[in-house]
């Protein structure tokens, strides 16, 4: 009796594939060896005859017919009997075997291979395997997969060992040198007859087929052209005439001078529908978003999507169609070793995935490498031309993708939203010079900018302001004029596309012989006409390149940093700059003073701190700790004695405008300088929200273009440099693309930092990018169907807490201690403190406090709650225990438990990680660089809501019966109960920690707590504090939010909401009527330096670029964030 049960299985697994095997040995016997025969495939159903390899490889990899039990055309008489087997082999333990991960991933590929691209084609009985596009290695890996590692081994096949072990490699960052020593190790252990290749070229090997690959196209050495297509066979550059090689003496293999990698894009999209649970999220947007007018969370909320959306309504209407960015960056793959190689990826990222998976590096697509050592520059778009002509392709055509959730195939299209960018390479991909007068992309030509001695500065921003705006008079604050022109229209993408269509001919390249393009007038800032518009869709789109958040954050930061603290080289408020005010005529308490000895005397700015202020603001900063994961340790970069910061990254501004900044100031400067600037915080802290109302976003615009105005009245106009002036388009950049996180840098150069470190062999960078690439690549979507180890996508975070599976609320806190555990026995009072806590705050024991209290009031009303307190422990001990008694079928083991009290030692921990929240004690934190030992509580004090202050200075466990626990914290709270103990200045919250209160009630259940941490306050004094409430940056609160979803832990902080309270914009500058400080001694300065500022002659050159963003947009910006360097555990 023949089993045919195989039929049903899985296919690749092994039940199916020795099924095949023993069908085809079937055929031998009845048919014979050398005959062809019909092919009982899915796809030929027995009407098309093939070779026996042929129908093996069907079989294989499209499935046998199920309704076929009756072999008839291979052999099987009509009266021959099926027995189907109604179990599988049971020897092995499912839980052990680690080969299913690697089955299912081979199930998906076959699905893949069988599905993609090929519906459209009608089956042909002399079609090869080769038309088909099912590589024969597929067959391969499929042997590896049934082949044992050794004989008797059930755990691993050799293909699921191998996946596991590059895993390992990868994901630690083995060497290949250690991991052949691990191979040779391992083949030394393993008994004899093992599979295991033998180094990890030859396990490389083996993976090749799960991996995409990329093509190498040659450039010209000068960026003229790409020898492609057409070009291919060329050996000279067919623009400027350059050799194509670099070394071709006609002995061995030619070498060209520049090869651009280029991952093919369409693969890589069909690939993630090839999973079912990716495919799945590649429709969030449409199927699983909650689409609310009021509220921006995803690019999908934003105007550029919705009107995308609107215009190309065969696109939108299949929510698996992918929408897309691009962005691009330099980096030194050397670090420090040299300062002049720079080379450009090219990264695609999907819009389609949820929030806490959108942005992520594991959905990154790297499609080109461009080559160094030199920037591509405006000449990028030669690099451009294999992904455009993808992006097109993709538009117009699309591409037949098996989608593994609904298990059918579809027409995938693609559209590419926009570009994100730093400034210097927002130029370079749209084409507009990010220099020069009209340096502002957005304003266009009409940019407001002057000449200043030293720069071009861009201020004007008082044409934003209302028409009737008292600001518009005002010569004397501002630049000496009335401001009566309006803020400038926005440029749509066919106004865009008319400006540059004339541009067309720009020759591109960077040879010695090629003259550099002399723009005229009607060129405006433009160099070229930009690649992107081929894109047929590209003019109807609202927000075509994105202003990096990121970079103009850090420039302001820079700015005022520089300028408040008159740092050298980075203050704003130089000699030429007190020269630009006496150019304007405007500010004549900070113009130079010429002594009677012919020296001059430099006033002293209200807005620059004194030597003495400047070292406090200094100490301040050395001294803050701030909460785990929330930044890195500012202190380090902080120089006391000479007053300055250095090696301050992205992310260090990034807190430092938002919160250290305006409290740091407060009580060295002007009032009204310091309101400014803490407007100026609050507005990015606002901005940077992962969600934002859509009226949040309104009052933005309109507060920046105020704070803006302000600024203009305290600083000199050399401190607007461009990337200050940017900061007031970037509201109307939400409302185009939604929430920043999913348009600024942060993540791109992380990524870069991960590119860089796969450079291995110096001497050929790209090449060991591209290759480890792909390595990865094709890891990274293996660890989707690993089981029992871990990977990026089941990785826990270092907050992780524990969710503990019990009835009562006290029992089932998500808590995780850590630390050195400390047994202790408190006195008997404290522990029936902290009982009586636990019994009075948890929610299933509302009844039962009545229950007691109806009791109690029989007896007297008076000292009702005394009493209460003092009889309800043992009285409801008493009462479980005879419920218990009485019916002990009922599960009350957890009010049981409850009802007998803790045990008499209690566990004290020196941290607790809380709903992924980490907390330390305030002497655990004394050790520390950082500070997790503030909390804040709602609580009632004289029947009023309030909030409670405090620091926790123990964290005890309590045991109950059966193996339940309550973890409490023990605070010490701040006496907030006069009014002079706490201020509200603003968004400010100062409060006194001299004293204390509620000492008989200091425990709070550790999922009750919020932490905050503590900043000093510089203006009231020592024993002052400003509260900080914050968001948790690896905290994402999404009901949308699967159980099962790991959050990777590198996003950047950011508040969750926009709707918090905001800073009343104030009105005019009301304290600061003079900008000289007459508290202070004015600097005196030698006559010939002043002679030489003299010398300076005003150019009138509308074209001349101006070098800010030399001084500030670095090429290769920081790639890491360090989380916390010092808390380790």
Request: charged letters at 30%; a negative charge; proline letters at 4%.
């Amino acid at each position: 009796m023949m089993d045919k049960s195989w039929m049903t299985a899985k296919k690749f697994s092994s039940e199916y594939v020795q099924g095949v095997r023993s069908f085809m040995k079937f055929v031998d016997e009845h048919i014979g060896q050398h005959c062809d025969m019909k092919c009982p495939c899915t796809f030929c159903l027995n009407s098309y005859i093939r070779s026996k390899k042929e129908v093996l490889d069907h079989l294989l990899i499209r499935g046998i017919d199920v309704e076929y039990t009756r072999w008839i055309h291979h052999g099987e008489c009509f009266d021959y009997q099926v027995s189907h087997s109604d179990s599988d082999n049971d020897d092995v333990n499912e839980d052990d075997d680690y080969t299913n991960g690697v089955k299912d991933l081979l199930a998906d590929l076959g699905n893949f291979y069988e599905h993609a691209g090929r519906f459209d084609k009608d089956p042909n009985p002399n079609e090869s395997e080769e038309d088909e596009d099912i590589p024969m290695t597929f067959l391969e890996l499929l042997n590896k997969a049934e082949q044992e590692l050794y004989p008797g081994c059930s755990k691993f096949s050799t293909l699921s060992f191998i996946v596991h072990l590059l895993h390992i490699k990868v994901y630690n960052k083995w060497s290949n040198k250690s991991f052949d020593m691990m191979l040779t190790l391992l083949k030394k252990a393993l008994p004899h007859g093992e599979t295991l290749p033998k180094s990890y070229y030859d396990a490389k090997k083996i993976l090749n087929d799960l991996g995409l690959g990329y093509t190498a196209i040659h450039a010209c050495k000068y960026d003229c052209a790409l020898f492609w297509k057409d070009y291919e066979n060329c050996q000279d550059c067919p623009v400027c005439g350059t050799s194509r090689w670099k070394v071709n003496n006609g002995k061995g293999k030619k070498i060209p001078h520049k090869i651009l990698r280029h991952f093919p894009l369409k693969p890589r999209l069909q690939r993630m529908f090839m999973s079912p649970k990716i495919a799945a999220y590649m429709r969030w947007h449409s199927d699983k978003r909650i689409n609310d007018e009021k509220e921006l969370k995803h690019p999908a909320d934003a105007r550029t999507w919705k009107k995308f959306d609107q215009e190309h309504p065969n696109f939108s209407k299949d929510g698996r169609n992918v929408r897309l960015a691009l962005a691009t960056d330099g980096f030194n793959p050397f670090g420090t070793m040299s300062n002049s190689y720079n080379m450009w990826p090219v990264i695609i990222i999907p819009y389609n995935l949820p929030p806490w998976k959108c942005m992520k590096k594991s959905y990154f697509i790297m499609s080109l490498l461009i080559p160094g050592p030199h920037q591509p520059g405006k000449d990028i778009d030669i690099y451009l031309q294999p992904l455009v002509d993808e992006l097109k392709d993709l538009w117009n055509e699309g591409v037949q993708t098996y989608d593994a959730f609904s298990k059918k195939n579809f027409q995938m299209h693609a559209a590419l939203l926009w570009t994100i960018n730093d400034f210097p390479a927002y130029g370079c991909v749209s084409g507009w010079s990010t220099k020069g007068y009209m340096a502002c992309p957005v304003c266009n030509k009409h940019t407001c900018s002057k000449r200043l001695r030293s720069k071009i500065c861009y201020m004007g921003h008082r044409r934003y302001l209302p028409r009737v705006h008292k600001w518009r008079k005002n010569k004397i604050k501002f630049d000496g004029k009335e401001e009566l022109s309006m803020a400038p229209d926005d440029y749509s993408g066919n106004d865009i596309s008319q400006q540059t269509m004339h541009l067309k001919g720009v020759k591109a390249g960077k040879h010695p012989r090629l003259k550099k393009n002399k723009r005229d007038k009607q060129d405006l800032n433009w160099t070229k006409r930009s690649i992107l518009f081929e894109l047929p869709y590209w003019k109807t789109i609202l927000l075509r390149h994105n202003l990096d958040v990121m970079h103009i954050e850090k420039n302001i930061c820079d700015n005022i940093l520089g300028t408040l603290l008159n740092m050298d080289k980075k203050t704003k408020d130089t000699y030429k700059a007190r020269k630009d005010l006496e150019d304007m005529n405007i500010r004549q308490e900070l113009h130079l003073k010429k002594r009677n000895d012919g020296r001059y005397d430099i006033p002293p700015a209200a807005y620059a701190m004194s030597k003495k202020e400047g070292q406090q603001f200094c100490e301040f900063l050395k001294a803050q700790k701030f909460p785990d994961g929330y930044a890195s340790n500012i202190s380090r970069c902080v120089n006391v004695s000479e007053t300055k910061l250095v090696g301050l990254k992205s992310h260090d501004c990034h807190v430092l405008l938002q919160r250290l900044l305006p409290y740091g100031i407060r009580g060295c400067l002007s009032k009204d300088i310091c309101v400014a600037i803490l407007e100026l915080g609050d507005f990015f802290q606002r901005l940077c929200c992962r969600k934002l109302l859509v009226e949040d976003v309104n009052k933005l615009e309109k507060d920046i273009v105020e704070i803006l105005c302000k600024l203009e009245m305290i600083f000199p106009p050399a401190f607007f440099d461009v990337m200050v002036h940017l900061a007031v388009h970037l509201p109307h950049e939400v409302m185009l693309g939604g929430p920043v996180q999913y348009r600024w840098m942060y993540p791109i150069e992380r990524y870069l930092g991960t590119l860089k470190g796969y450079v291995r062999n110096k001497a050929r960078p790209e090449g060991s990018i591209a290759e480890a690439y792909i390595v990865n690549e094709c890891l990274t979507f293996c660890s989707m169907y690993l089981d029992g180890i871990e990977t990026s996508f089941n990785k826990e975070e270092r907050n992780m807490d524990i969710e503990v599976d019990r009835k009562l609320s006290v029992f089932s806190q998500k808590t995780r201690t850590f630390g050195a555990i400390k047994y202790s026995e408190p006195p008997r009072e404290e522990v029936d403190l902290a009982h009586w806590y636990i019994l009075n705050n948890c929610e299933e024991m509302e009844q039962f406090h009545l229950m007691h209290k109806e009791i109690l009031k029989q007896e007297s009303i008076l000292n009702l709650e005394d009493r209460h307190k003092a009889q309800f422990p043992e009285w409801f001990k008493h009462h479980m225990a005879q419920k218990k008694s009485q019916n002990p079928e009922e599960d009350v083991d957890e009010l049981y438990a409850l009802a007998c009290g803790p045990s008499k030692i209690v566990n004290k921990y020196p941290g607790c990680i809380v709903n992924g929240v980490r907390f330390h004690t305030k002497e655990r934190d004394s050790h520390r660089t950082t500070q997790n030992s503030g909390v804040m509580v709602e609580g009632y004090h004289n029947n009023t809501v309030i909030d409670f202050y405090g620091t926790v200075i123990e964290i005890i466990e309590l045991d109950y019966i059966k193996d339940n626990h309550v973890i409490l914290f023990k605070a010490q709270w701040f006496n907030l109960g006069n009014k002079k103990s706490i201020i509200h200045d603003g968004k400010i919250t100062s409060i006194n920690i001299s004293r204390t209160w509620y000492e008989d009630d200091p425990f709070i259940f550790a999922c009750q707590t919020k932490q905050v941490f503590y900043l000093d306050d510089m203006k009231l004094g020592k024993y002052w504090k400003i509260v900080v409430k914050f968001q948790h940056r690896h905290v994402f609160d999404s009901l949308d939010m699967d159980d099962g979803d790991i959050r990777e832990d590198d996003n950047v902080y950011q508040e969750d909401e926009s709707s918090q309270p905001a800073i009343s914009i104030q009105g005019d500058l009301v304290e600061l009527v003079s900008l000289e400080r007459k508290d202070v001694d004015p600097e005196v300065v030698q006559v010939d330096i002043i002679q030489d500022l003299e010398s300076y002659a005003v150019e009138d050159d509308a074209y001349e670029e101006d070098d800010t963003l030399d001084n500030y947009c670095d090429v290769e910006e920081e790639f890491q964030i360090s989380d916390d360097d010092s808390d380790l555990e």
